[in-house]
């Protein structure tokens, strides 16, 4: 299927590895022009260089920290009038509630919920005028189903979730949809970090807790992160111009809700 990407301009945030450089693939897949962000150069850089041989695509690369002012700014230079806005981060670290600062809860704050409405309120007007855009925010399965150890994240994602709500009904008439992609179990740092996490907490080996962990997944197995970028993809497509404000749940079947 050709998704009418072709031409078309995408930020992709956190991208030099994870689920934000399989989304950046995917779109470069499609003939966009990606622009892709993270913190480390270096790890960037080669990131950018693997999807441009990959793809042949043009790929942009701005290695700034995006939670600040500075590094949105350094960010919009170079794609100042994008039509696809993923927006992603690192989630806060897992631990126990009682143990959070209130800094660490505006850190986690800063980057799970502010920092993905500043950037919309950069780009979303620009959309609106040229009649086309897409809006990704990569939160959590945990939106959903909160997980306990992840708390931060619980909070800061669902907030956004619910700032999207409202918002995406009142672009949808201007052909620019918000959505989200929920993540499950994807093979990603992260996951691997919070597995290590679990395992040492319930003093289990770290293989033998990971290969169970998978196992018990309805798909018997964890995701990767080219599913979930071909996804996002999608959710970019011209095609999906009429879905809006929905959160598109990625876990293999983990969550046993009908709705």
């Given at each position: 299927?050709?998704?009418?990407?072709?031409?078309?301009?995408?930020?992709?945030?956190?991208?030099?590895k994870?689920?934000?450089?399989?989304?950046a693939?995917?779109?470069?897949?499609?003939?966009?022009?990606?622009?892709?962000?993270?913190?480390?150069?270096?790890?960037?850089?080669?990131?950018?260089?693997?999807?441009?041989?990959?793809?042949?695509?043009t790929?942009?690369?701005?290695?700034?920290?995006?939670?600040?002012?500075?590094?949105?700014?350094?960010l919009?230079?170079?794609?100042?009038?994008?039509?696809?806005?993923?927006?992603?981060?690192?989630g806060?670290?897992?631990?126990?509630?009682?143990?959070?600062?209130?800094?660490?809860?505006?850190?986690?704050?800063?980057?799970?919920?502010?920092?993905?409405?500043?950037?919309?309120?950069?780009?979303?007007?620009?959309?609106?005028?040229?009649?086309?855009?897409?809006?990704?925010?990569?939160?959590?399965?945990?939106?959903?189903?909160?997980?306990?150890?992840?708390?931060?994240?619980?909070?800061a994602?669902?907030?956004?979730?619910?700032?999207?709500?409202?918002?995406?009904?009142?672009?949808?008439?201007?052909?620019?949809?918000?959505?989200?992609?929920?993540?499950?179990?994807?093979?990603?740092?992260?996951?691997?970090?919070?597995?290590?996490?679990?395992a040492?907490?319930?003093?289990?080996?770290?293989?033998?807790?990971?290969?169970?962990?998978?196992a018990?997944?309805?798909?018997?197995?964890?995701?990767?992160?080219?599913?979930?970028?071909?996804?996002?993809?999608?959710l970019?497509?011209?095609?999906?111009?009429?879905?809006?404000?929905?959160?598109?749940?990625?876990?293999?079947?983990?969550?046993?809700?009908?709705?």
């Open positions: 299927m050709d998704l009418g990407l072709s031409g078309r301009k995408a930020i992709v945030c956190a991208s030099s994870g689920l934000g450089r399989a989304c693939m995917s779109l470069a897949r499609e003939g966009v022009a990606v622009t892709v962000n993270a913190r480390t150069a270096e790890t960037l850089e080669a990131t950018a260089q693997e999807i441009r041989d990959e793809t042949g695509a790929v942009t690369a701005v290695a700034c920290d995006v939670t600040t002012p500075e590094g949105q700014d350094q919009l230079s170079a794609c100042p009038d994008p039509d696809i806005l993923v927006n992603n981060a690192g806060p670290p897992p631990g126990n509630f009682r143990d959070w600062s209130r800094e660490d809860w505006m850190k986690g704050v800063t980057a799970n919920m502010l920092t993905p409405i500043e950037l919309m309120k950069a780009t979303v007007d620009g959309m609106i005028e040229r009649k086309f855009g897409r809006i990704v925010n990569i939160t959590s399965g945990s939106t959903k189903s909160p997980i306990p150890e992840l708390g931060m994240s619980n909070g994602r669902t907030g956004l979730a619910g700032f999207v709500a409202g918002l995406s009904r009142e672009t949808v008439r201007h052909n620019v949809t918000i959505n989200c992609l929920l993540p499950g179990p994807f093979v990603t740092d992260r996951l691997t970090g919070n597995m290590r996490f679990r040492e907490k319930a003093g289990a080996d770290y293989d033998a807790f990971f290969a169970k962990m998978a018990q997944n309805p798909s018997g197995r964890f995701g990767q992160p080219e599913e979930f970028g071909d996804a996002c993809a999608f970019c497509s011209a095609q999906m111009g009429f879905v809006t404000g929905q959160h598109f749940l990625m876990d293999g079947g983990v969550f046993r809700g009908t709705f």
